[in-house]
């Protein structure tokens, strides 16, 4: 497939590193003018220089601010208040136990992991509904339909991220602009080291186990194969072309066995 973004421009939230970076090297390898965020200044910056290297001729912008927040959302809009491709790719998690998360930190959960994306998708989405194209892409977590016993605001606010891409798409459905969810299982860094002869990261059991802590993810044990960050950039790069007109209200899942192990448990 041939995903020419060449004239589009792409919001990637949380992207100087990981996940969020490769997504923001594809599209703009594809094309696309990227804008880069992050909180740290000094991260953004970097990490736009790298991409300039990387995408040269393609436009690199950076904002460095707190998408957890509405004044972090407002003044990412006021530099970029249009954009043709959203990636809410912003997220935080980790492992606590439930009696131990109070309001306040419940409320960081839903303002990070949630309101950055309804923040941002509403303001994004008037322009793209009068261009008559747009693509809201969010990385939801497939332990949001198998919510771990110590991950539970992680889980519960990227339940909340996927309904809000299967709801928007509703809200968008024959209007030109698709909204879609992906579901990842564990991730690990593109790097070729990671990789087998035929481009499939493959940890063994024992890689596994260790890094994903199976003593408190059980499921942790099922998994053959874990996606790196270029896989996922691979799939939300589909879900930005034009080619993926028709995909909408989806839940891509890269969960290696998870969905496996998830239909052997319920
Ligand atoms: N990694 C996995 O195995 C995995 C598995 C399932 C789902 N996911 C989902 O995939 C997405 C990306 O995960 P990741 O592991 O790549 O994330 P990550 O490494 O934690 O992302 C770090 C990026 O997010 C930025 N960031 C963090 N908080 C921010 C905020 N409030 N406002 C703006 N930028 C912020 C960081 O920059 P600063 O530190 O400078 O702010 C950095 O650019 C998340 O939604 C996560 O839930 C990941």
Redesign the pocket.
Known sequence: MNADLTGKKAVI????????FDIARTLALAGAAVVI????PA?VEAAVARLAAVAPGVSVQGVAC???TAE?CARLLAEHPEADIFIN?????ESRDFLDVQDEEWSRYFE?NVMSAVRLSRAYLPAMLKKYFGRIIF?S?EWALNIPADMIPYGLS?AAVFHLAQSLSKRTSCTGVTANAVL????RPTGEDSRGADGEACLTMEETLSAFSSEHHALASGFPHVATTDEVADTVLYLASAQASATTGALLHLDGAVGVARLRTN
């Open positions: 939230t949380g992207s100087t590193a990981g996940v969020g965020n992050g909180r740290r991260a707190d998408v957890g972090g790719n912003i997220g935080i998690y990070v990385i977590s990227k990842l299982g564990p991730i």
